[in-house]
């Protein structure tokens, strides 16, 4: 479809896209995988991306569990953790290919939130020069909910936030984790798998699969166009 053609039916006020940040928005998975395997190996534990994609991804752990650290020591290792994940960030270009240019001509015609497992730190540093945030209307970050995904308090968050019912509103994730905790707050999701990467995920039953912002665009196209 053409990117200056109107979606199937205006959307305007009475319908919201809930998007998942990393994986989705920006691709940061790999390298808060890789924050995580450096620290791993200096308490001389191994972490691969299966390790991550299990733990991380699916049960909405953290990989850091694997060091077998309690207490202090754990906390300190979540803080050196944490602060190579933020220097990682600030060193390269990390907006998914056509994503901004995506946002650009979804923004006219819905409201637009982000809702996401990170925390308000990196979260600024993820998008202190993205330039993606001014197509949202408010973000929802980990400090704003009390239980993390797969739980839905995230997504229930941003539904009293935006005021709309959870049958006009779509969520955009890529992982399990996220796909059952938006729709267990009522949503239908589409699991986006950016270069087919994660396409094969085992995340039940999603409104479609895609892994491309083209293909994305055609299926919120087709959904706003069946919405009431």
Not at 28 to 47: C, D, S
Not at 79 to 104: C, H, K, N, P, Q
Request: proline share 4%.
């Amino acid at each position: 479809m053409s990117g200056c053609e109107p979606l199937q039916g205006e959307a305007g006020a009475d319908r919201a896209i809930l998007w998942d940040n990393d994986g989705v928005l920006v691709d940061t998975e790999p390298v808060f995988f890789e924050a995580n395997r450096r620290e791993l190996a200096v308490v001389g534990v191994a972490a691969s991306w299966a390790d991550f994609e299990e733990i991380s991804l699916r049960r909405g752990e953290s990989l850091l569990s694997l060091s077998g650290l309690h207490g202090d020591d754990l906390g300190a290792l979540f803080t050196r953790r944490d602060a190579l994940y933020s220097e990682l960030l600030s060193s390269g270009e990390i907006v998914m290919a056509g994503m901004g240019d995506l946002l650009e001509r979804l923004a006219p015609r819905f409201r637009m939130v982000v809702v996401t497992s990170s925390r308000r730190k990196h979260f600024e540093v993820i998008h202190a020069r993205s330039g993606l945030m001014r197509h949202f209307e408010f973000h929802v970050v980990r400090e704003d909910y009390r239980l993390g995904k797969p739980h839905p308090d995230g997504y229930l968050e941003a539904l009293y936030r935006i005021g709309l019912p959870a049958d006009r509103c779509l969520a955009v994730e890529d992982s399990p984790r996220g796909v059952a905790s938006a729709q267990a707050a009522g949503l239908e999701v589409v699991l986006f798998a950016p270069g087919g990467t994660g396409s094969e995920r085992e995340v039940g039953n999603v409104l479609a699969r895609v892994t491309n912002a083209e293909e994305l665009e055609e299926v919120l196209d087709d959904w706003a166009g069946r919405v009431p």
